[in-house]
């Protein structure tokens, strides 16, 4: 990082990391003034570091710390601190899948305040991340950094031996189950991991822009509308036929089956070419391709944000302020991170860079940065809602209890729903 904003992309790699507290430019006393401090999870923790290595030579008076904990770990944190007002960090990074939560409630600073100025920034980032950091009231209260637009990756290799062409995975949803079905008779080869993946994709592809993605605008609960009932009805056929391998992602089986080439495709952020690449499947280098996802289906698979707790020091608050213009604007510290931590850019500039002209070998020499660039300017704005993870807990318990127990799709999303808006109306 669930749907597709809620997986952790990357982040879940690192978790085996702990938490630490380092100290970005000297060790602390008791005597000097408090750091100012980012609270971040992994492999964000690493660009965070690198950017204040050479904080202390325009910053000679300002001493700086990174707290980084696993990435649960420090959304869990963040959210004690922001209730509590203890040990508040003066930046946090935020994933995409907690930004809901995070923002509609009331511990985030106004970036939107003439104080900071953010709003005169708005047009430097892809549209729908900035638009989606913005709560109740209009008001920006975090900045976007990396996003990961989504894509179908998918074996070259398997599909020219089933008979099959990109097209017939892209042209619809039913069409991509249907080249399931071709591709497991002729290869073996399942379709897709878990149908989850598939439910999750569709249900936030249907999603009417500037909507939420379980609730409009109005406030009511969407969970039994046709965009949801397709879903089920694919997972399900998914299912009885046998096409997913029912194994999770980032789980040892599931990497196991992308080297032995037993998946044909996986639906995730761009940063997983990465992945794969260095660590899942290098064997398999040059097999996959990238299209865009079926129908043309456009959204992000996670993303990093920088806000700035309400109650956090004041005295630090334009110094926070000016630290993440830094994170989130330098053009050349977004380029390295995209080459280093594949952080795809949410920054406009960073994305006319020669780099997304030059081929992936990976992905057989595919110009596939140019794909994404495509699909990060045309992902809409999906509302986040302060319950979001929740109802993808329960939405899934209940694609569960039809899958595993027969239970009826409409009776499953009705109880669904219900139990959703029991939890909002709390």
Request: charged share 25%.
């Amino acid at each position: 990082m669930p749907d597709s904003d809620s997986i952790p992309r990357r982040h879940l790699l690192a978790a085996a990391f702990g938490g630490v507290l380092e100290a970005a430019s000297g060790p602390v006393f008791a005597a000097e003034k408090p750091p100012l401090t980012v609270a971040a999870f992994p492999l964000v923790d690493v660009i965070a570091k690198d950017l204040l290595k050479g904080w202390s030579q325009s910053h000679p008076e300002v001493r700086t710390q990174v707290i980084s904990r696993q990435y649960d770990d420090h959304h869990t944190a963040m959210t004690t601190a922001l209730s509590t007002s203890g040990h508040l960090p003066d930046v946090i990074a935020l994933e995409t899948s907690y930004l809901g939560r995070f923002s509609l409630g009331s511990g985030l600073e106004d970036l939107s305040a003439p104080a900071f100025g953010a709003e005169r920034f708005k047009g430097v980032f892809v549209p729908f991340a900035i638009e989606t950091a913005r709560n109740r009231q209009g008001a920006i209260v975090a900045m976007p950094c990396d996003i990961g637009p989504g894509s179908l990756f998918y074996r070259q290799d398997l599909l020219a031996q089933a008979g099959l062409k990109e097209a017939d995975l892209t042209r619809s949803w039913e069409s991509y189950v249907d080249a399931g079905a071709q591709l497991k008779a002729k290869t073996g080869a399942y379709l897709i991991g878990d149908v989850r993946l598939l439910k999750d994709i569709i249900v936030r592809a249907g999603t009417p822009p500037g909507e939420g993605q379980f609730v409009d605008n109005q406030g009511r609960a969407q969970i039994t509308s046709a965009r949801f009932v397709r879903a089920f009805e694919l997972a399900k056929k998914v299912r009885q036929q046998g096409l997913d391998a029912r194994v999770e992602v980032w789980q040892n089986d599931w990497a196991e089956m992308l080297k032995r080439g037993r998946l044909a495709t996986e639906m995730s952020g761009c940063w997983m070419a990465g992945q794969m690449a260095n660590w899942v499947a290098p064997g398999t280098a040059g097999k996959w391709r990238v299209a865009q996802l079926p129908e043309n289906a456009y959204c992000s698979y996670g993303g990093t944000y920088y806000a700035i707790p309400r109650r956090s020091a004041p005295e630090r608050k334009q110094l926070a302020w000016q630290l993440i213009q830094e994170l989130t604007m330098d053009r050349q510290r977004q380029l390295d991170a995209f080459r280093s931590q594949d952080a795809f850019p949410a920054l406009l500039a960073a994305q006319d860079d020669a780099f997304f002209d030059q081929p992936v070998p990976f992905l057989g020499g595919q110009h596939a940065r140019q794909l994404w660039r495509d699909a990060a300017r045309r992902i809409p704005v999906v509302k986040m809602h302060k319950q979001h993870k929740f109802a993808d807990e329960v939405i899934n318990a209940e694609l569960d209890n039809v899958l595993e127990y027969g239970k009826a799709i409409g009776q499953a999303l009705a109880d669904a729903q219900a139990l959703v808006v029991h939890r909002a109306n709390r």
